[in-house]
């Protein structure tokens, strides 16, 4: 596959970012930091976008380290939100939207750099461009806005309970 020792790492520490927001999403409907999964996601996921700095396979800062940085602040302002849990339930939103958003990015270049490179020899994309990748991301993104509806709408009865 052509990966170097940071990105072994970098996709071992992906993966596992990406299982525990899936259990987390699974059990509680929402990336949940206060729970173990919702921990293992968010300290991967910035373990994740920092080791994504040091990675290029295409030469220099590019659209990848960008979304690196914007994960590493999704990530980094639902934590603060999530501490501040206390204060406000209306920052629950917030918080479960960006780490929603935060998982939904991710996703972007896994599908691309996955699609690529699997499998070996005969990848099922030929690259960004592909049509494969284009169809999957829009599932994804209709997902994504499903999930956002369905954490809004359960997040709204938690708050009323309250």
Known sequence: MGLSGLGIFHTIIGIVAIVAAIISFVRFGKIDLTHL???????TTTVTALTALGISKHGGFNAGHIFSV????????AFWL?????????ARYVENFLLSLSFFLSLIPTVNETFTRVPLGHPLAKGPDD???????LVLLIAFIAGAVYQYIKQRRITKLN
Do not use: E
């Open 70 to 77: 914007f994960i590493f602040i999704l990530v980094v302002v």
């Open 131 to 137: 049509p494969l990748i284009a169809k999957t991301l």
């Open 82 to 90: 999530s501490v501040k849990r206390s204060t406000s339930n209306k």
């Open 37 to 43: 999964s919702g921990k293992i996601y968010f300290y």
